[in-house]
């Protein structure tokens, strides 16, 4: 049973504004250890997206921002590019298990 | 700029150990923790553990009893040691940077992963 939620797929028309949760539980997101989002495109190195729940690393577009509440997290993307098709993963640490946990991953598709 | 390549077996015998090596070229490993991630086919994430070259390590506890990981500072290179492997272990399996200074650690760069496969 997966430990980070998410759900497994979300679309959007090109300029749209697509937001998906990554649903934790009071051992991890909801004990108050932040998150990290990560973009994956098949084929190639994962990359860090979001940082410490709302923070962006240098590089990464302004149109991707992050949130936190309760137990849930979630990635917004506004004006949604072509090049934002790809997979979507939550990170944080669950302190039952004692480790560091993923989400089940969302796909973004631009339609 | 900091890059990563893992490397090693595409195929694995059941029950037989799984190594890779993680070869790292931008940075010394012994500046930075440094982690292994797998993603099981149409599976998540799942975390394995890292290393802080030859000082402290931390594995995934369903795991611990079969991983090593270790850290070769001549050569820049991580490995990672699956004994007794299982179709369960059938995944791509990613090594990246930790940084450990972040709560909770984050993980990347990372490289671009190596699918490995556990069949007869």
């Known amino acids: 049973q997966s430990v980070l939620t998410q759900p497994p797929s979300v679309s959007g028309a090109p300029g749209q504004r697509v937001t998906f949760s990554c649903t934790g539980s009071s051992s991890n997101i909801g004990a108050g250890y932040d998150v990290h989002w990560y973009q994956h495109l098949p084929r190639t190195a994962p990359k860090l997206l979001i940082y410490g729940t709302i923070n962006r690393p240098s590089g990464v577009p302004d149109r991707f921002s992050g949130s936190k509440s309760g137990t849930s997290a979630s990635l917004a993307i506004t004006g949604l590019q072509p090049e934002d098709e790809a997979d979507y993963y939550c990170?944080?640490?669950?302190?039952?298990?004692?480790?560091?946990?993923f989400g089940t991953g969302t796909q973004v598709t631009v339609l | 700029q900091l890059q990563l390549r893992e490397s090693g077996p595409g195929l694995v015998r059941p029950s037989e150990t799984l190594s890779l090596t993680c070869s790292v070229s931008?940075?010394?490993?012994?500046?930075?923790?440094w982690g292994w991630v797998r993603q099981p086919p149409g599976k998540e994430l799942q975390y394995i553990g890292y290393i802080y070259h030859t000082v402290s390590e931390n594995y995934n506890p369903s795991l611990k009893r079969r991983v090593t990981i270790s850290a070769d500072t001549s050569k820049n290179q991580i490995s990672l040691n699956l004994k007794s492997v299982t179709a369960a272990d059938t995944a791509v399996y990613y090594c990246a940077r930790v940084d450990y200074d972040s709560s909770p650690a984050l993980f990347g760069p990372w490289g671009q992963g190596t699918l490995v496969t556990v069949s007869s």
């Open positions: 990170q944080s640490y669950d302190t039952s298990l004692k480790i560091y946990v």
């Open positions: 931008g940075d010394s490993i012994r500046t930075y923790y």
